[in-house]
């Protein structure tokens, strides 16, 4: 049976990950060479982006300077990128998955699969008080959807140095499947059966990235930096255990876990914008605007949302942590209480 | 019952250890408030060292500008030191353990019980090729001994800047005891059951510091670093595991574990000479003394203690990090290899 693979999204991380799957497609029987990436139309200097991507092939916009694989095609269609498709790959920021499935639901072939490369949640009125992206996916498509999380600084990948990513799956078949596109030696990935707690360890850890940051920024060296870093993954850790039953420790040692937290607190915008937080004094709103070129901070906005759902369980003695650096973000209160209060 | 603690060191991380100790006995009854501190008798400016700790209570030489409390009394006198304590703490250059052991056996008491510091393994002709000094400490001088790691650079340590540590017992009570003479706000100390993994973590994390330096001498970005500590995590607790059952993956978790490695990888001196190694194309016994004022390099001498190891027992292949980064220190191998190797 011959797979087909579409791209949802073609932003930073898409565009590199089009290269790599462009690439890879190539060198197996069982795929379709023509990988169809869909793009949110923009003009560039009065030309369509997908028309210069199509072209030029390359994102000009979101990865200049890299060439992508001729057989990646723009288009600016969603339900055309995706109607003779079975394999899905969302890489869009997490609040437009929800209109973008309801676009292709019923347009989509029956065997198809997903794949999540979106590290957020979704905060809903459920019990939990949150939706995984990979559950809205499965839910509202009625298809089976992986997640593939790491230290995967977007720029780096693209240029083709080596790094790691760990893809997990609920389907054995369909977790080998999409490692037959994203795995080269500079890409390695590993597969494990748990998609929440590499979905969990995606979205969580930008809120610790924060606290990297701000210990950073406060100058406390590399053990205080280190201590911040194990508490966060010991309370992501923690927290997917008290929410999912299946999640696996290993996870958390794979490449979604450890490596993507070390990674996320060494360099990334959450770490530099909680810094100058500190030597600044000016607030994460201002210093977002300031900073980040339109970019959104992820992690102050995660670590709300996570706080509005440890207090509504009375969760919050139990992940001072994160607690804390919401407080530092959203109550004034003191950097160095990051120290003090967990 | 009152406990007696001896500390048997006094360099830079045993005179910072020794103002944490010195000034925890204040806070419980069953302590004896004198704590003494064995210091091998060198001249300063014509004066002895211990005579100087004694009177300005600071080791101007180890630790300058830290001031200790006046209740640790420094002491020429191995076994004056320790005959009437009942527990003993080594921090020590390793290789000075088995000569310390031989001096004090039967001149301690019987209830004494012993806690090591150190970081590192002794090579040996046994069945493992290598000896714990924990191990050391107990068949030498037939006590229990439990061991203390993590993310701890001494000088942050004595600044009293935030961190955590790890304490790992055979016997809780003495896990305990242990935790009570070290354990501070700043200075957090966990207890696991298990000595052996907190032990392996400390001597095997300076191996990895060499891979971190060589990838940032090559300037391969963050995502590599982070692949690099991940990859070494998972080598060290295989390695952990292959050779003791009862190594606990919790213990991985713990600063002993990813905090250390996060720590030695991101600082210290081994990640340093090595990312000279990469820059300057200079040897890494060359860089040794041109860099490290005396100290020595621990990252290259366990790593060539481990290749002993796994080539005898045929494993290179099953750690193929530890591996490489030996062939890059000690036979001329490339260092780009790192990633290629692996």
């Known amino acids: 049976m011959t797979e087909k693979v579409a791209l949802i999204g073609s932003g ?6 089009a290269k790599i799957v462009g ?13 169809k990436m869909w793009v949110y139309e923009e003009q560039i200097d009065g030309k369509n982006l997908t028309e210069i991507i199509n072209t030029k092939h390359e994102n000009v ?26 394999m899905l790959v969302f890489v869009v920021p997490h609040q437009f998955v929800s209109g973008i499935c309801k676009q292709l639901k019923g347009k989509i072939p029956s065997n198809c699969k997903a794949i999540s490369l979106i590290k957020g949640i979704d905060v809903q009125d459920n019990a939990e008080g949150f939706r995984l992206i990979t559950d809205m996916i499965q839910e509202s498509l ?21 790094c790691e990513t760990t893809i997990g799956y609920r389907n054995k078949k369909d977790g080998e499947l999409f490692r037959d596109i994203f795995h080269t030696p500079f890409f390695r990935v590993s597969i494990i059966e748990d998609v929440v707690g590499v979905e969990l360890c995606g979205a ?19 053990n205080t930096k280190a201590a911040i870093i194990r508490i966060g993954l010991y309370e992501m850790r923690k927290f997917a255990k008290m929410f999912y039953k299946d999640i696996k420790d290993e996870t958390f040692f794979e490449s979604c ?3 993507d937290l070390v990674t996320t607190c060494a360099g990334g915008r959450n770490r530099k914008v909680a810094e100058a937080h500190v030597t600044t004094g000016k607030s994460f709103d201002q210093l977002e605007q300031e900073m980040l070129n339109g970019q959104k901070l992820q992690g102050t906005s995660t670590a709300k949302d996570m706080y509005g ?13 994160m607690t804390t ?8 209160v003191p950097p160095k209480r990051i120290v003090e209060d967990i």
Chains 1, 2 share one sequence.
């Not at 930073?12 to 990950?17: D, E, F, L, Q, R």
């Not at 009625?142 to 080596?162: H, K, P, T, W, Y």
């Not at 969580?204 to 990235?209: E, H, M, V, Y």
């Open 309 to 321: 759902i440890l207090s509504k369980k009375g969760l919050c003695e139990e992940f001072p942590l």
């Open 23 to 35: 690439g890879n497609v190539h060198n197996f029987e069982h795929f379709d060479k023509e990988v």
């Open 61 to 86: 916009k979101y990865l200049p300077g890299i060439k992508l694989p001729e057989n990646v095609v723009a288009c600016p269609d969603l339900i055309k990128t995706c109607e003779d498709a079975t």
């Open 325 to 332: 650096i919401y407080r530092i973000c959203y109550e004034d």
């Open 12 to 17: 930073n991380w898409g565009s590199a990950v």
């Open 257 to 259: 876990g450890v490596a």
């Open 142 to 162: 009625g298809i089976q959807a992986c997640m593939l999380s790491g230290a995967n600084i977007a720029d780096e990948v693209a240029e083709g140095r080596f």
């Open 204 to 222: 969580l850890k930008n809120i610790i990235a924060i606290g990297g940051g701000l210990v950073d920024g406060l100058k406390m060296g590399a």
